[in-house]
């Protein structure tokens, strides 16, 4: 399984950015997908995920506290493909956005977590 961002990059505070992630391989079902961010010196921490329900198409969304109202989760079910749009920019926001993939693969009973690489998002004040 690949887990691949990208989008990451510099932006002036108040700004915007859109990242993507697309996971691919032999995944039968993804259970849920969303992205964290570690700041240098801090533990990586969740920033929001798409948890599949079983009922809508977006399924279920959890952000932090810390981007509730700027940044917004969305979902490409038939590309397994999470993106995050990231609205009014604060300097704080600096991190690596790591996307994470929780998904049930052909051959396996339990389902198994995958990490992208990490994209930098830089925000200047």
């Known amino acids: 399984v690949q887990v691949v961002e990208s989008g990451g990059g510099l932006v002036q505070a108040g700004g915007s950015l859109r990242l993507s992630c697309a996971a691919s391989g032999s995944i039968i079902n993804v259970n849920a997908m969303g992205w964290y961010r570690q700041a240098p010196g801090k533990e990586r921490e969740l920033v929001a995920t798409i948890i599949s329900d079983g009922v809508t198409s977006g399924g279920t969304t959890i952000y932090s506290d810390s981007v509730k109202g700027r940044f917004t989760i969305s979902r490409d079910n038939a590309q397994n493909t999470v993106y995050l749009q990231m609205n009014a920019l604060k300097p704080e926001d600096t991190a690596v956005y790591y996307c994470?993939?929780?998904?049930?693969?052909?051959?396996?009973?339990?389902?198994?977590?995958?990490w992208g690489q990490g994209t930098q998002v830089t925000v200047s004040s």
């Open positions: 994470n993939a929780d998904v049930d693969l052909a051959g396996e009973v339990v389902p198994l977590q995958y």
